[in-house]
């Protein structure tokens, strides 16, 4: 893992701290913007500089803010003994992306080790903001095991799918698998499944674009082959089962 150092000009020291207890983390709430302007943004409230002490753009670059010893502008109430880390993009609009998630995800472990801590909070769950966004992935970061079916039943859901008897509750039955069988998701279907496109892409590590080209086309059928299921390269019942990790 690489820290991009900034050489930011401070206005004014930085409180410095012995404690660390806890990583919150953030979205820019903006969709294009650098650690630089961010830091220009905060010097215009009147702070020292940039409020966070990590950054982390769409490209997965993590970039450095203020020093983890010294005190933060991020959360109020808690920036005494805390560690900022904001995200670039608007995650009330859009999801983060691959590069950014294993960047972030791995920058926390890196945090929690380091300083022998175990505590990730979204800004949302010290007060009273949408902070990171509601399509950031704040359970994988807090290390809670994601409930694939029930990321399969949202999706679908989302793409004109209905579960009228269960409704999308996380677990996997009949009326989920016969979703499932009709929701395929296959080159030149384009934006008929947006978001069942999306979570296959995302489960397959290519760019979370909605359309099923040549690329996810490609990932799906090589998924397919290491798993014995027949090439095809259309995700169908089978392939969305092992995807999901149903049995
Ligand atoms: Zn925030």
């Given at each position: 893992m690489q820290i991009i150092e900034t050489k930011l000009n401070w206005a004014g020291a930085l409180a410095k701290r012995s404690t660390i207890d806890m990583i919150v983390l953030h979205h820019a709430a903006a969709s294009n913007c650098s650690i630089?302007?961010?830091?220009?943004?905060h010097l215009a409230n009147s702070w020292s500089g940039v409020g966070y002490h990590?950054?982390?753009n769409k490209r997965g670059e993590i970039f450095k803010g203020r020093p983890d010893n010294t005190i933060g502008s991020h959360a109020k109430g808690f920036n005494s003994t805390s560690i900022g880390v904001c995200f670039e993009g608007d995650f009330m609009k859009e999801a983060p992306s691959q590069a950014q998630i294993d960047a972030g995800l791995e920058l926390v472990e890196y945090l929690k080790k380091k300083?022998?801590?175990s505590k990730v909070k979204g800004h949302g769950e010290l007060m009273a903001t949408s902070c990171p966004g509601k399509l950031f992935p704040l359970e994988r970061f807090k290390g809670i095991k994601e409930n694939l079916v029930l990321s399969f039943q949202m999706a679908t859901y989302a793409d004109g799918f209905k579960f009228p008897k269960y409704g999308c509750d996380g677990t996997w039955g009949s009326e989920t698998a016969s979703v499932a069988e009709k929701c395929v998701v296959k080159k030149r279907i384009l934006y008929k499944y947006k978001n069942a496109t999306k979570l296959v892409?995302?489960?397959l590590?290519?760019?979370q674009d909605g359309?099923?080209?040549k690329i996810t086309a490609q990932a799906i059928k090589e998924f397919q082959q290491k798993n014995g299921l027949e090439p095809d390269a259309c995700c169908g019942l089978q392939t969305w089962k092992k995807l999901l990790g149903v049995k």
């Open positions: 630089y302007q961010v830091h220009k943004w990590y950054f982390i300083y022998g801590i892409q995302r489960l590590g290519v760019e359309k099923c080209g």
